[in-house]
Structures are given as structure tokens and as C-alpha cells.
């Protein structure tokens, strides 16, 4: 049985978006394309504009960020998420299940992996 790859992409990335977008906002609070800068900055594939939106939309939706107007010089003013303390407390808790998971992974296909 052959699977898509693009299928099993999307779903890596949809947990590993919503932990970079809060980590990236405990840092500093932020507006949607500022956030898809520096996560391509940091070399994380993030997709586009919509796809950030997206994800601070289900971020919000679970009381982990919340957004502010906040007016630009430079056009209309822009809404700036930040997290809540939950959205802090969360993303402990991720990073302790990613460092988990992401040892668990490096070991199983380290075998499997050029040297």
C-alpha cells in the first residue's frame, strides 16, 4: 500500500504549528505574517498567511492566546496575539511531550539514516 506523503505532512505540521506559533508568541507578541517570518527565519516550512491564521484561530478558540488591536504607523491597525497563562502552562507541557516524542522518533530512524 502506497501512502500520500502530502497527507502525512500536513499532519506533522499541524502540532508542531501550533507549538512554534505559541513558542514564537511567548517571545514576542506578534501579528500573523510577522509570525510566518520568523518561522520561515527559523526554517520551519510554516505555508502560508492562512495557514498562521488558522492556527491562532484554533489557539484562541482553546483560551491559549489572545489578540489585542493595536495601531501601526505604517496602514490599519493590527491585531497582536499573545499568549495567556494557559497558553504558557501548554506549551510546558508540549515541550515535554515533543522532547519525548522527538528522542523516541531520532532513535527509531537513526538506523535508517545516512550517517
Known amino acids: 500500500m502506497v501512502v500520500s506523503s502530502d497527507g502525512h505532512h500536513a499532519q506533522i505540521m ?18 500573523g505574517y510577522e509570525l510566518l517570518q520568523k518561522l520561515e527565519e527559523a526554517g520551519m516550512p510554516a505555508g502560508s498567511e492562512a495557514s498562521i491564521y488558522l492556527v491562532l484561530k484554533r489557539l484562541k478558540k482553546h483560551d491559549l492566546v489572545h489578540a ?15 499568549p495567556t497563562e494557559q497558553g504558557r502552562q501548554v ?8 522532547r519525548t516524542v522527538n528522542l523516541g522518533v531520532e532513535t527509531i530512524l537513526a538506523a535508517h539514516l545516512p550517517s
Open 14 to 31: 499541524r502540532g508542531v504549528l501550533d507549538m512554534c506559533v505559541l513558542g514564537c508568541l511567548v517571545d514576542s507578541p506578534s501579528y
Open 68 to 82: 489585542e488591536l493595536v495601531a501601526s504607523a505604517s496602514g490599519p491597525a493590527r491585531k497582536v496575539y499573545q
Open 91 to 98: 506549551l510546558t507541557e508540549w515541550i515535554e511531550d515533543w
